[in-house]
């Protein structure tokens, strides 16, 4: 096929940046308080994608990621390749911008390095000035924690990325541009004897994306919106990066939020104008279909989202909500995940719970299936599969005082504090069951099991909800009440995603 249908990647991809080695194009994104962070992807045309890996295995610091912070952790990475490293620096709004960087892809990656400490400083990306062999950073700022937004602030960098040179300073500042608000999410870039900042402006639901220049970095900046909704039906289009190919062309990612899908990856076409400024998409307005970028044809590819568990262990698709511990999942010879019955105080509301293995929901109508065995004889004992958003539901199974396993389906608004009954409990007599999830238009989930007699639908249709800046998830958890000693496990086995 000769065209691309965005969005490139329907999933919650947030923020992404992109960069070209060679022939290979890599791509990161936020991943928020979940670990591992930093994913990495990689393609050869731009179009098709995979989940190569995470550059972050754990948050930083450990101590105030041992729960969930669901919109905390990292924001808006930036990815760059300078002097043979590959390297990723991102916001944290609460601690301030850290830096990693690796000889490959794969890594090995260092530790994070706290570049520069503070509340607020968000959307770092960094430029080495290959002309002059100076470095630089520009980074926004997150009125939430540190009272201002809407300006972009620069420094002087060390060259090896470890030490800032200057107390920075504005030089954007959103509030002298008439219409223009809430400016962040900046990339740097060198081009025709030009600083380039590529930055979105009008908040993630309805804004654009804009583009500045000057000719020394610290400015000052004239401005140009390049890509705005116009008459589409792709809102918000903004926050990304640009690439070029090896034989010149121009390409630019950027996300469209999609309520409880998150945020989703569009691919457009950039060129540059007569007048020397970027025209991203057709005119400035988003494709929906267009040619593929002219490299080399690919086979269809996607993030992997289906699971066997392998000698217990789980995909790279997978990420738990919190720093995970020694302990959660146990490796053994057979196929299928072996999660442990964390003993927990909060064991009606998965949100409060670090132990809960999540992916991504996908962005288009899809039914998910598992299956679950209860190994754990523990009373209250509980494992299942869920939608877990800033409301959730989860259907599974649970061992009751006598013993007994029953298949039980529980939800919680965002403003309830424990879960309820979504449908009556019904025996699974022998600790088993198939869970399905049939997801459809607009993230409305239909819950059913089969316990041996067919599916069986359960409870009303849940409508999934993110939280504040992340997508839906899907979840596979095992819990059980505060006790002494060992809870025991539950397995999950054959986990796939089926695009309806």
């Not at 002219?294 to 989202?305: I, S």
């Not at 409870?459 to 939280?467: H, K």
């Amino acid at each position: 096929m000769t065209t691309y249908t965005n969005p490139i990647l329907n999933a919650d991809w947030s923020d992404p940046d992109i960069l070209r080695v060679g022939d290979d194009f890599y791509l990161t994104a936020s991943s928020f308080g979940r670990a591992p962070g930093l994913p990495l992807l990689h393609s050869r045309d731009l179009v098709n994608w995979t989940l190569v890996g995470h550059a972050l295995e754990r948050l930083e610091p450990a101590a105030e990621f041992r729960t969930p912070r669901h919109d905390c952790g990292v924001w808006a990475p930036s990815l760059r390749h300078h002097n043979d490293r590959f390297w990723i620096f991102w916001g944290d709004p609460d601690q301030g911008v850290y830096q990693i960087n690796a000889p490959e892809i794969r890594g090995p990656w260092t530790r994070p390095h706290l570049l520069k400490a503070g509340k607020g400083l968000i959307d770092p990306c960094p430029l080495w000035d290959e002309e002059t062999g100076e470095a630089y950073l520009v980074h926004a700022w997150a009125k939430s924690r540190s009272g201002i937004k809407n300006r972009l602030t620069g420094h002087r960098m060390h060259p090896d990325g470890t030490e800032l040179l200057d107390e920075g300073k504005v030089i954007v500042d959103g509030d002298r541009i008439p219409g223009w608000f809430t400016l962040e999410g900046p990339k740097l870039y060198r081009h025709d004897g030009w600083f380039w900042i590529f930055a979105p402006a009008g908040g993630v639901e309805t804004g654009w994306q804009g583009a500045f220049r000057s000719r020394g970095f610290f400015g000052p900046y004239e401005e140009k919106a390049v890509l705005e909704q116009k008459d589409t039906d792709v809102n918000g289009p903004h926050q990304g990066g640009w690439v070029r190919t090896r034989s010149g062309e121009d390409w630019f990612v950027h996300f469209q939020r999609r309520g409880a899908y998150g945020r989703v990856v569009h691919l457009q076409p950039m060129r540059w104008g007569a007048d020397g400024w970027p025209v991203l998409g057709a005119d400035g307005a988003p494709v929906a279909v267009h040619r593929k970028p002219a490299l080399p044809p690919q086979p269809p590819a996607a993030p992997a989202t289906d699971d066997d568990f392998p000698g217990g262990r789980h995909g790279r698709q997978w990420q738990w909500t919190a720093n995970p511990r020694e302990g959660w999942s146990t490796q053994h010879s057979a196929d299928g995940l072996r999660l442990t019955c964390v003993r927990s105080a909060d064991t009606h509301d998965l949100r409060r719970l670090p132990n809960v293995l999540t992916q991504r929901l996908p962005g288009t109508p899809a039914a998910v299936e598992v299956e679950l065995r209860l190994d754990s004889a523990e009373p209250g004992a509980r494992a299942g599969l869920a939608v877990l958003g800033d409301a959730f539901s989860w259907i599974g199974l649970q061992r009751g005082t006598d013993g007994t396993v029953h298949l039980v389906h529980r939800f919680a608004e965002a403003v309830a504090e424990r879960e309820r009954d979504a449908g009556h409990p019904r025996p699974a007599p022998e600790g088993r069951v198939r869970l399905r999830i049939e997801i459809g238009s607009g993230a409305r989930c239909r819950f059913l099991y089969d316990v041996g007699d067919g599916w069986t639908s359960s409870g009303p249709v849940f409508a999934a909800t993110p939280w504040r800046w992340v997508g839906a998830l899907l979840g596979l958890f095992a819990l059980a009440p505060t006790g002494q000693g060992h809870a025991g496990a539950a397995t999950f086995t054959h986990f796939t995603i089926t695009p309806s």
